[in-house]
DNA sequence: ATTTATGCAAACTATTTGCATTGCC
DNA sequence: GGCAATGCAAATAGTTTGCATAAAT
């Protein structure tokens, strides 16, 4: 694996980005400053980073892929009416990995939970729905 | 709303599709007997049908849209290996709906969970990597 | 008769890939 | 110098849309 410049860009940047930005998001903020990066530079960097673990790909319904830059294992909250992310600092809920998997014979490695409803913003009609 | 021959034909071939097709799935089905349903019909039709929650339309990782005719409320498996989706029937968890409106003051109407890892089949090698 | 839904093709969005070239090691 | 990564453009996958026509009410 080498050390390319557009690496190092990349996960700096996203590093500095709040939230949980599309790959688009990611090459729109680069592209201000290295107006020749490439786009599928950007896709295949994210994908790396995400394989090396400095990032996270995270699972969100009718959206491109997101990432994260926060890794501790955390839920996440989309709102029907902004389509805003929200991180959800529960508590991991290990316990369920183990019941699924006595149930089922599946080893399981992990699980996501996207909560879905309206953010406290939208629930006062501040928000244009998307 | 109109009762079309379209939507009564996709509605009766996914009820009598088994797992999680995706809409494609669904096409290629009503395909072999109805030539000349177009796929935009399907289209039209699948989103209609879980507009009407007649069936769900489930959210699977790196995953094109794929729909559920089970209504009640479940989790979902994805294996790793082979790609395959399950169902998961254990206790929906609404005291964590709960847990995260308390926390957040976000309204929550619902959530999902996706668990990963690797299903029976694949942990005795018996399956190709998808 | 009206008007919604269909079929088709084209458009669109997100992502991946082939390939000539660049630039790390 | 060799080979992996880049940039670009084209290809692909999945889904949506515009529009003329067909069919439901």
């Known amino acids: 694996m080498r050390q390319t410049i557009q690496y190092q860009i990349i996960q700096d940047t996203i590093q500095k980005m709040h939230g949980h930005p599309t790959a688009e998001d990611v090459y729109q903020e680069i592209h201000k400053e290295y107006p020749n990066i490439s786009k599928a530079t950007v896709y295949r960097n994210l994908?790396?980073?995400a394989?090396?673990?400095k990032i996270n790909q995270v699972l969100i319904p009718?959206?491109?892929e997101r990432f994260d830059t926060i890794l501790p294992k955390h839920y996440h909250f989309k709102c029907k009416k902004?389509?805003?992310i929200f991180d959800v600092n529960i508590d991991y809920l290990s316990?369920?990995?183990d019941t699924v998997q006595n149930a089922y014979g599946f080893q399981i490695d992990d699980h996501d939970i996207i909560f879905k409803g309206i953010c406290p913003k939208c629930q006062n009609g501040k928000e244009l729905q998307h």
Do not use: F, T, V
């Open 82 to 84: 902004c389509g805003d």
């Open 62 to 64: 009718d959206s491109p």
């Open 95 to 97: 316990e369920i990995n």
């Open 47 to 49: 994908h790396q980073l």
């Open 51 to 53: 394989d090396n673990k």
